[in-house]
């Protein structure tokens, strides 16, 4: 592994440490069935979270230091900037590469015209086994078969979750699962 990226993975809380290494898991099995580069897989699954223990205004700040574009859902939930924060640090320490940062950058809102690599970083960070909900080992098999079929179905799942507990999700989750064919989600 990169120095710079293991100097940041052992930054991290140990739950941390232990969701990216079943991310990273979860992604060299997909790399394997679906014909995705293996070092962009391992490298989007290591740098996937690098960023997810900042605080909210460590967040905003390091968004604004990298030229993010802060939108009006990033200021109400500053966490979804942790995955555009990490993808400018592996791109400014010349870890990985546009694929590996375009994934890293949309696992935390999803988005329309993904690259399988970026599907598979959505797909198993919302299901790798540390995760508890009823259709997680049902979304881990699906992805399996297929990722585009997985991506639309763990973004419906990720729309439910989040119209339950009253949350809007970002304006690109719901672009995305209308392009994949998802149900349409409506505000409540």
């Known amino acids: 592994m990169n120095r710079w990226l293991e100097e940041k993975f052992h930054r ?15 992604m060299e099995k997909l790399a394997k069935i679906h014909g995705l580069p293996s070092d962009d897989a391992y490298l989007a699954g290591w740098g996937h979270d690098l960023a997810r223990e900042l605080s909210r205004a460590e967040l905003l700040a390091e968004a604004e230091r990298y030229g993010i574009a802060i939108d009006e859902w990033f200021r109400k939930e500053p966490v979804l900037l942790h995955g555009p924060v990490a993808a400018r640090w592996l791109n400014q320490a010349q870890v990985g590469s546009l694929a590996v940062w375009e994934a890293i950058e949309h696992h935390t809102i999803a988005g329309v015209g993904l690259s399988p690599l970026a599907k598979a970083l959505f797909i198993a960070d919302g299901v790798e086994p540390g995760r508890h909900f009823a259709a997680r080992a049902a979304l881990e098999q699906a992805a399996y078969a297929s990722l585009d079929d997985a991506y639309r179905k763990v973004l419906d799942e990720t729309m439910t979750y989040l119209t339950s507990r009253g949350l809007e999700p970002h304006p690109n989750m719901i672009n995305a699962l209308k392009d994949s064919g998802g149900n349409t989600w409506t505000k409540h």
Do not use: A, K, N
Not at 14 to 20: A, G, L, T, V, Y
């Open 12 to 26: 991290l809380t140990r739950h941390r440490q232990e969701h990216i290494l079943r991310v990273v898991d979860l």
